[in-house]
């Protein structure tokens, strides 16, 4: 199956906003220049918080995980944060062995992903932010 990117804006019930970015399908060096091209427009301006759903990318190669480290890399550019979520094990397997992308959360679900984003909220308003 080619890569499929589907990226859609997001709050939870508290009004906490994420950008979701749903990847599906194989991401290897062919489906690499989609992959980018899909992401450009979100990258072009970052959003606060990204997250990666991975639950339904089947494959990643070393191409595949550059492109999640350029995104990984235009978001904290931009001033945000990124995390992964429902990461398959096989893919889970690869980032484990290559330690690609140290420093990004990976939450077991969006759920799990939303207290996250809770608690940094609350954080920032107990320090007066």
């Known amino acids: 199956m080619p890569i499929q990117v589907t990226i859609e804006s997001?709050?939870?019930s508290r009004g906490n906003a994420s950008t979701v970015v749903w990847l599906a399908g194989i991401l290897d060096a062919?489906?690499?220049p989609a992959?980018?091209?899909a992401l450009a427009p979100?990258?072009?301006k970052p959003p606060r918080h990204v997250v990666l759903d991975l639950?339904?990318?089947?494959?990643?190669?070393?191409?595949g995980l550059g492109v999640l480290l350029q995104t990984r890399m235009?978001?904290?550019?931009?001033?945000?944060?990124?995390a992964m979520t429902n990461v398959r094990a096989p893919v889970q397997r690869v980032l484990d062995v290559v330690r690609a992308l140290p420093?990004?959360?990976?939450?077991?679900d969006m759920g799990e992903f939303d207290?996250?984003?809770a608690k940094i909220q609350r954080d920032a308003r107990a320090k007066g932010e």
């Open 55 to 63: 639950g339904e990318l089947q494959f990643v190669d070393s191409t």
């Open 10 to 12: 997001r709050a939870d």
């Open 103 to 108: 420093g990004v959360p990976v939450f077991r």
């Open 35 to 37: 992959a980018q091209q």
């Open 30 to 32: 062919p489906a690499a």
């Open 115 to 117: 207290a996250y984003l």
């Open 74 to 82: 235009a978001v904290k550019r931009g001033g945000g944060d990124i």
């Open 42 to 44: 979100m990258l072009s």
